[in-house]
C-alpha cells in the first residue's frame, strides 16, 4: 500500500513537472508575443503621449538624421548627452539615410560598414561578433545598436526612422513591397525590448502613389510583427514623416498603425500654427505637431537667417497651436557632413542659441501643467495678428490660467474671463531668451486689459493665473 502510494506520488510529480516546463516554456515565449515597442501610450484625450506612470510626456525633438552613419561611438556619446542636459526628450534619427545628395542607402557608416547586402533592405549585412576593437566584427548593426543603448542610457527617446528614403525618393530604389515588410520584422525583432523606441516611417517623401503607400504599410506591419508577435499595432507606436509643406494626415490618418500626426514645412514658418490646428481638428483624436522645421542657420530657406527668434516662435506656435516640437541645426542634423548648407562644427553648433533658447522653453512648460492646455484664440480680444508675427493663446481646462506667445513687439487685448475659478488673476511675464520673470499687473477677470510686448523684448510670453484666497 506505501509503495503503491509512493508510486503515485512519483507518477503525480513527473506529471507535474512536465506542466511545469511547459508552461516555462509557454511564459517564456509570451514577451515575443504580447512585447510592447514603447512605454510611451496615447493619453486618454488623445492629445498627447504618457509616460508608463501616467506622467505626460513632453516632446521636445531633435533631428539627427545622420547620427547612424557619420558619428563615432564617442560622438555619439557627446551628442546625446549633450542634447539630454539641454532639456530634449526626443532625438529623430535614421537607421539609414537613403536620401543620395547627403549619404545614400550604399553609403558606409564612418567605421566604413555598409547597411545591406547588395542594398536590399531584406539582407541586412551582419556579422558574428560585436566588439568595437575588432573591425571583423563591429559592424553596421553593432553601431545602431550602441545608439539605442546610450540614448536609453541618457533618458532620451529615439525616434528611429528604418530607412530616410529623401525628397525625391531616391530610398525607393531600394526599399519595395517586396521587402519592406522582411526588412521591419527584422527591426521589430532586433529592438523588441527596447523600450524607449517610436518608429518614424517614410523620410521627406510625400506617398503619393499606392506603391509608396504600400511600402509603409508593410513596413508598420513587419516592425509590429517583429515586437508584438502578431499585427497588434497597440504594441508599437508609430508615425510618417512627410516632407515640407504637409502632414502624415494626409495620407495615413485612418491607418492603423499611425498613433500621431507629423508635419514638416521646409523654409516656411508661418505654416506650423495653420496646420498643427488642422490636425488637431481630426477625428479621431491624434496627436499632432512638427517634425522638421526650418533648420537654425540654414542658408537654403527663403525666409533666412533662422536666428534664435525663429527658432523660438517655431516653437511656441507648435506647442500653442496645441502640438509637440521638433528642433533641428543645420549642422548637427548631418554632423558636418553636408558641407552646401554648414556653417560650423557641429559639435559648437551644440550650443547655439537657439537650443540654449529650447532649455528656457522646456524648463517652463515643465514647470506648468502644460497637458491641461488647449488652444483658445478666442482669448485675444485684439492683436491676434497673422502669419510670421502671429500671437497665441491657450486656456487651462481647469479654467485657472491662460498662456499667451507674443511672437514680435505687439499689443494684445486679453479676455480674462477664460479664468473662471477667480475673479482675481495675476499676470506675469516671462522672457523666452532667459527665462526671467516680472510682474505685469493683477486684474479682475471682468475685465479686457491690454499687454505689451515689453521693451527691448523681440517676443514674450504671458502666464496669466487665478489668484485663490489663502484658506
Given at each position: 500500500?506505501?509503495?503503491h502510494s509512493h508510486a503515485r506520488v512519483d507518477r503525480f510529480g513527473f506529471d507535474l513537472h ?454
Open positions: 500500500m506505501a509503495r512536465a506542466l511545469i516546463v511547459g508552461l516555462t516554456l509557454l511564459i517564456l515565449g509570451m514577451p515575443q508575443m504580447m512585447k510592447a515597442a514603447s512605454p510611451l501610450r496615447l493619453s486618454e484625450n488623445g492629445r498627447y503621449l504618457i509616460e508608463p506612470d501616467g506622467k505626460p510626456f513632453f516632446w521636445l525633438g531633435d533631428t539627427a538624421w545622420l547620427l547612424s552613419q557619420m558619428t563615432t561611438r564617442e560622438d555619439v556619446d557627446l551628442y546625446l548627452r549633450t542634447r539630454a542636459l539641454q532639456g530634449f526628450t526626443v532625438i529623430q534619427a535614421g537607421v539609414v539615410m537613403g536620401e543620395e545628395r547627403v549619404g545614400g542607402t550604399l553609403h558606409a557608416n564612418i567605421y566604413g560598414d555598409m547597411a545591406f547586402t547588395n542594398g536590399d533592405p531584406s539582407q541586412p549585412l551582419t556579422t558574428p561578433g560585436r566588439d568595437p576593437e575588432e573591425a571583423q566584427q563591429y559592424d553596421y548593426w553593432d553601431h545602431v545598436d550602441y545608439i539605442v543603448k546610450r540614448a536609453e542610457a541618457h533618458g532620451l527617446t529615439l525616434g528611429l526612422l528604418p530607412l530616410f528614403v529623401g525628397w525625391r525618393g531616391d530610398g525607393y530604389k531600394y526599399l519595395k513591397p517586396e521587402n519592406a515588410y522582411h526588412y521591419g520584422l527584422f527591426l521589430g525583432r532586433r529592438y523588441q525590448d527596447k523600450s524607449h523606441l517610436v518608429w518614424l516611417l517614410g523620410g521627406d517623401n510625400t506617398p503619393d502613389t499606392e506603391t509608396k503607400q504600400k511600402v509603409w504599410h508593410e513596413m508598420a506591419r513587419g516592425i509590429t510583427v517583429g515586437v508584438a508577435g502578431t499585427e497588434d499595432y497597440d504594441q508599437t507606436l508609430m508615425t510618417y514623416h512627410i516632407n515640407g509643406g504637409n502632414s502624415s494626415s494626409q495620407w495615413f490618418h485612418q491607418a492603423p498603425w499611425l498613433d500621431f500626426n507629423m508635419i514638416q514645412i521646409w523654409g516656411n514658418e508661418k505654416q506650423i500654427y495653420p496646420k498643427i490646428t488642422h490636425d488637431y481638428q481630426l477625428t479621431p483624436v491624434k496627436p499632432t505637431g512638427l517634425g522638421e522645421g526650418s533648420y537654425e542657420d540654414g542658408p537654403q530657406y527663403p525666409t533666412r537667417p533662422i536666428d534664435a527668434l525663429k527658432i523660438r516662435q517655431q516653437a511656441y506656435w507648435s506647442y500653442l497651436a496645441g502640438g509637440y516640437h521638433t528642433y533641428g541645426n543645420t549642422n548637427t542634423w548631418n554632423f558636418s557632413s553636408y558641407k552646401p548648407e554648414g556653417t560650423q562644427d557641429w559639435r559648437d553648433a551644440l550650443r547655439s542659441p537657439g537650443a540654449k533658447h529650447l532649455s528656457v522653453l522646456v524648463k517652463f512648460f515643465t514647470s506648468i501643467e502644460w497637458w491641461k492646455l488647449i488652444p483658445d484664440p478666442a482669448a485675444l480680444a485684439s492683436g491676434m495678428g497673422s502669419g510670421e508675427t502671429r500671437n497665441a493663446a491657450m486656456r487651462s481646462v481647469d479654467g485657472d490660467s491662460l498662456l499667451i506667445y507674443l511672437s514680435s513687439p505687439a499689443t494684445v487685448r486679453v479676455c480674462l474671463d477664460a479664468i473662471s475659478v477667480a475673479d482675481r488673476v495675476r499676470a506675469t511675464w516671462i522672457d523666452p531668451e532667459t527665462g526671467d520673470r516680472s510682474n505685469a499687473g493683477q486684474f479682475f477677470n471682468t475685465v479686457t486689459p491690454s499687454f505689451s510686448t515689453p521693451k527691448d523684448w523681440s517676443d514674450a510670453l504671458l502666464l496669466i493665473q487665478a489668484e485663490r484666497s489663502a484658506g
